[in-house]
């Protein structure tokens, strides 16, 4: 690899990783000023918004500057959005403007590699992203757990830091200065030399390419599969982040702290099914998995009936000097098996819809239109959530919506392909 990737792959993962310890912060917070529980899925909502009002143009303005320079002021931003919520702003709307430089971060970090890298060694690069992103998932996620846990309270008591009031807060430092560390680290990333013209003179031309972009993509028959259920997938991913962290607490009678280690082995099931699915899934035969969409559904309505009720109190597995409760325990193997699931599920696709993309478009648009897709599903779907919250409906019940929701979409795209497969040759179209 050339000179400045690993630097790259560095910066990825510290920007990725506070993105992850965020979420957990900002959560903590809302229990700090004490939010309506409907609040919660409304800081994703505030955070997803600009994916989907800006993708047309974040393509143009990672262009328009250098990549690194581009990266850089996306973590700026970041950081910004977290000083924010420590000076007092409400977390929904400094959460907006994490999400404002998270939306111009995401073609940057993948265009710089175009930049840097030869053809023969994106397949590699990208491979390399993806597990950085992987990891610093599991550890932000467990970080910020660990930021807001009882230990942290306790420092916080007896330390007497200038405006940090509380753990979250504590948290929310903690996740600021993480973000200047990736800002710093963008700085030393070698210049490509690559230079564009600055199309974000011409809004009304970008609005009209992706608008045609995304009519093709929904019109090919082998495209739209993949892009249906990627979406969906999402989606539901996103929502169900959200849900463990409060299935954790109502079903398990978790804390925050402990609910973050417990979305953190999802994303340790996420990586096995990702690795699994490279391994054993060839391109010609990503559609084989679409079962497996339906399955993850089933798993996930499966999920919303298992708590500590279905156990006799205090029975629990000795480790060495500690007894852990038998239904955490087995909590574990649950969660593994619904990352993998997913992880198995969404590789293939993803793979798929990124060479029909390639083929019909280019690899750039076909990513603009995804993400646009993905993060529209994100804010619909995290709607209904904050909806049934508000009407208060119970969250095993919540789950049992979403999870059937994503097994009779799941299985209508099963049903669209085979439709779709009596009227084109779809196995040609994968080796095209």
Known sequence: ????????????????????????????????????????????????????????????????????????????????????????????????????????????????????????????????????????????????????????????????????????????????????????????????????????KEPKKLVGDFTHCFNVLWADKLAQIALWVTTLMWGGAVTLQLLVLKWADVNLGLSLSKAAVMQGITGLGIAVGAAAAATLVPLR?????????????????????????????????????????????????????LGALSGFFIVPMNALLQHRGATLLSAGHSIAVQNFNQNLAVLLMLGLYAILLTAKLPVPWIIVVFGSFITFMMWMAKRRSNTNARTVDMRAMLEE
């Open 285 to 337: 035969s990503s559609l084989k998995v679409l079962p497996v969409g339906i399955i993850t559904g089933a798993v996930a309505i499966a999920m919303a009936f298992y708590s500590k009720g279905l156990f006799p109190p205090g029975m629990g597995i000795r480790v060495g000097p500690f007894v852990a409760p038998i239904y955490i325990v087995l909590a574990y193997p649950l969660m593994i098996l």
């Open 1 to 200: 690899m050339k000179k400045g990737f690993y630097t790259i792959i560095a910066a990825q993962f510290v920007s990725s990783l506070a993105d992850n310890a965020l979420l957990i912060a900002a959560i903590a917070l809302l229990s700090v000023i004490r939010s309506s529980a409907w609040v919660t899925p409304m800081l994703q909502i505030f955070f997803t918004v600009s994916y989907v009002l800006l993708a047309p143009f974040v393509g143009a303005f990672a262009d328009a500057l250098q990549k690194r320079h581009v990266m850089f002021v996306s973590n700026a931003l970041k950081a910004s959005g977290c000083l924010m919520m420590i000076a007092g702003v409400h977390p929904m709307i400094a959460y907006g403007v994490v999400g404002f430089g998270a939306a111009a971060y995401s073609p940057a970090k993948y265009g710089i590699l175009t930049e840097l890298l030869p053809a023969d060694r994106l397949v590699a690069a990208n491979a390399w992203l993806e597990s950085a992103t992987v990891l610093s998932t599991i550890v932000g996620t467990m970080l910020g757990g660990a930021l807001i846990s009882t230990y942290a309270t306790h420092f916080v008591a007896h330390a007497h830091l200038p405006l940090i009031r509380s753990a979250a807060d504590l948290a929310m430092l903690a996740v600021m200065l993480t973000y200047a560390i990736a800002a710093v680290i963008n700085v030393g990333i070698p210049d490509t030399g690559a230079r564009y013209p600055n199309r974000l």
